[in-house]
C-alpha cells in the first residue's frame, strides 16, 4: 500500500503562494486517484482538489479553490503537488494528501484509505 508524506507547508502573507509536495512511497501513484484535504481549528476535514489516477489529467475542485489552488502529478517522480496562490486568510489550515482506490470525491473523506501526516499552511492579514 501507499505511504504518503507531505511537505512545503509554511506561513505567508495574504496574496502569497506556496507549493505543497506529496512524496508517494511503497507502491505505484498513478495507481491511486489523489487529492488534498484540509482541516482548521473546529472545522472539518475539507476536500479541495483532487486528481484523477492514471495519465488523464481530470482535475476537480472546490468553489472556494477554484482558480487559486492547482493539483497536478509527477507519475514519473511518485510526486504529487498542490500549487496555492492568491492565499487568503481563510486557506490557513492542516493540508493533507490523500490517496484513494476507490473514487476521488472531495465530499466524502471516507472513500480515502491513504493519508499523509498533514503540513500546515498559515495566511496572515
Known amino acids: 500500500q501507499v505511504q504518503l508524506v507531505e511537505s512545503g507547508g509554511g506561513s505567508v502573507q495574504a496574496g502569497g503562494s506556496l507549493r505543497l509536495s506529496c512524496a508517494a512511497s511503497g507502491d505505484t501513484a498513478s495507481r491511486y486517484f489523489m487529492g488534498w484535504f484540509r482541516q482548521a481549528p473546529g472545522k472539518g476535514r475539507e476536500g479541495v482538489a483532487a486528481?484523477?489516477?492514471?495519465?488523464?489529467?481530470?482535475?476537480r475542485y472546490a468553489d472556494s479553490v477554484k482558480g487559486r489552488l492547482t493539483i497536478s502529478r509527477d507519475n514519473a517522480k511518485n510526486m504529487v503537488y498542490l500549487q496555492m496562490n492568491s492565499l487568503k486568510p481563510e486557506d490557513t489550515a492542516m493540508y493533507y494528501c490523500?490517496?484513494?482506490?476507490?473514487?476521488?470525491?472531495?465530499?466524502?473523506?471516507?472513500?480515502?484509505?491513504?493519508w499523509g501526516q498533514g503540513t500546515q499552511v498559515t495566511v496572515s492579514s
Open positions: 490523500a490517496a484513494s482506490l476507490r473514487g476521488w470525491r472531495l465530499s466524502d473523506a471516507r472513500d480515502w484509505a491513504y
Open positions: 486528481m484523477f489516477s492514471g495519465g488523464s489529467g481530470s482535475t
